[in-house]
């Protein structure tokens, strides 16, 4: 007994050598979490014993004998990326078949972002508290599909993932929540496939996720969504008006940072009527739209989301980010909470003052496209997308101007389109980057 102790131990002070030298991100675990508070609570119990390990590894080397061409490209499918990448994307295609835009679009983003985050910082704080060696260091009969992660294999990240990711999926749009539980078992059954982790791993990786996935669950259900707004806003000289407005009661939704919507609500915009109102007008009128300006309207017209997660991913494979699974949830979650706070602000503002869109106040003004049911300023691309763009500038610094200017051509594309005046656009960035600073700041992102 003492001699099996005593071997124990120098498995889990090798593993914690390891860990400091090759690890991946071994001080995850004590990161900023946004919808669990105790993360205690979701410490998992230690994992199966040694001998365990090795007749789970025997089941693996069976597994293994099952690689035919489907499981194979499964394995391929889930690996491409972090562990968060194809359920990012799954959440972007929910929200375009669903007609998500504007807040409820950034809401449903945000949730599976959240969850996927303080998911993996939960997934990290049990692996480096156990350090359990992977399959193939207990095995060494045993062959991958894929590269072996430089972590502990005890919860699977993927696993992790997966659970949260159906759970949450399946509140936001339970139309389809089979499919994201049957994507679900096809994530953590790849991992055992791979033989990159033992089932335990897995099973456990899916509890905790599930797990979490209640918790955001829990707050999406207090967060003000299912609010029924029972007001009106009836035709009024000067004023905005329309008899089926787009999320009147956003601004008064819950914000992951702000302390409410109503935190950064901008000044007035010139009223109706005055010269400077009217300099708006004219700056509209007088734009002469061309080739790039049409172009530019256009690629923005359909999302504020799609563009910038775009970006994320193209940054996270450029820096290697998606082989560091909790930084590359940090990065979803930083950018996707910033554009709901940026909007949940933005539509405080919109609701607040409710000014007149472009074509209500001179009928000689042509869009490029049908202008949105909810009231002009400022502009909701220009909030969210200057949120986005302060986000990602506090994780790479050195394109921080790339990123402003992103953002400020997302909003100038509402101007051009002729939907938004200039000073939609410019308020909106300046809200949009005062949220992101309060968002990276309570996330503790170094910048």
């Known amino acids: 007994m003492r001699m099996h102790l005593l071997i124990s131990a120098a498995i889990l002070l090798s593993v ?15 990161w900023h979490t946004w919808a669990i508070s105790n993360l205690a609570s979701y410490r998992l119990p230690p994992p199966p014993s040694h001998g365990q390990s090795q007749a789970e590894a025997k089941k693996l080397e069976m597994l293994a004998l099952q690689r ?30 669903h007609n998500l835009g504007g807040p409820g679009g950034t809401r449903a983003m945000s949730l599976v972002a959240v969850a996927l985050n303080d998911t993996m910082i939960a997934a990290w704080d049990s692996k480096y508290a156990y350090n359990r060696l992977r399959p193939t260091e207990i095995d060494k009969q045993l062959t991958t599909l894929i590269a072996v992660p430089h972590s502990p294999s005890y919860p699977s990240e993927h696993a992790a993932a997966a659970g949260v990711a159906a759970a949450v999926l399946g509140y936001l749009f339970p139309d389809h929540k089979a499919n994201f539980d049957s994507m679900a078992e096809s994530a953590g ?29 829990a707050r999406a259900k ?35 940072a702000l302390s409410s919507g109503s935190q950064l609500r901008l000044p007035p915009p010139p009223d109706f009527g005055t010269d400077e109102f009217q300099a708006q007008v004219n700056a509209l009128k007088e734009f002469g739209r061309t080739v790039a300006s049409n172009h530019t309207a256009w690629f923005w017209q359909p999302s504020f989301i799609d563009p910038w997660i775009d970006s994320v991913n ?9 082989r560091n699974p ?7 979650a930083l ?11 933005c539509w405080d503002t919109k609701y607040s003052y409710l000014e007149l869109r472009p074509t209500m106040a001179d009928a000689a003004i042509t869009t490029l496209f049908p202008t949105p049911a909810h009231p002009s300023y400022p502009s909701g691309h220009a909030c969210a997308s200057a949120a986005a763009a302060g986000a990602l500038s506090a994780v790479f610094p050195d394109s921080a101007s790339a990123f ?30 005062a949220v992101a600073q309060i968002v990276v700041h309570q996330a503790g992102v170094a910048q």
Do not use: C
Not at 78 to 83: A, K, V
Not at 231 to 253: D, Q
Not at 335 to 345: E, F, G, L, N, R
């Open 222 to 256: 207090s967060d003000g969504f299912d609010s029924v707004f029972i007001g009106s806003f009836p035709p009024m000289t000067g004023v905005w008006s329309n008899s089926n407005p787009v999320y009147p009661l956003a601004g008064s939704w819950k914000p992951w």
């Open 16 to 30: 914690a050598d390891k860990a400091q030298s090759q690890g991946v991100e071994p001080t995850a675990g004590n």
């Open 326 to 332: 909790p930084k590359a949830a940090q990065i979803y």
């Open 68 to 97: 035919d061409a489907e499981a194979v490209a499964a394995v391929r499918f889930f690996d491409s990326g972090s562990p968060a990448y194809r359920w990012i994307q799954t959440a972007q295609q929910e929200v375009t078949s």
């Open 404 to 433: 402003v200017d992103r953002g400020r051509e997302a909003g100038l594309s509402t101007f051009y389109a002729g939907i938004h005046f200039l000073i939609d656009v410019d308020q909106g960035l300046v809200l949009g980057n």
């Open 335 to 345: 950018v996707m909470i910033a554009q709901h706070d940026a909007s949940i602000a």
């Open 189 to 217: 059954q790849s991992r055992l496939i791979a033989g990159t982790e033992f089932p335990s791993d897995v099973s456990a990786g899916l509890s905790l996720g599930q797990s979490i996935g209640d918790a955001v669950i």
């Open 314 to 322: 193209q940054l996270l494979f450029e820096n290697h980010l998606d």
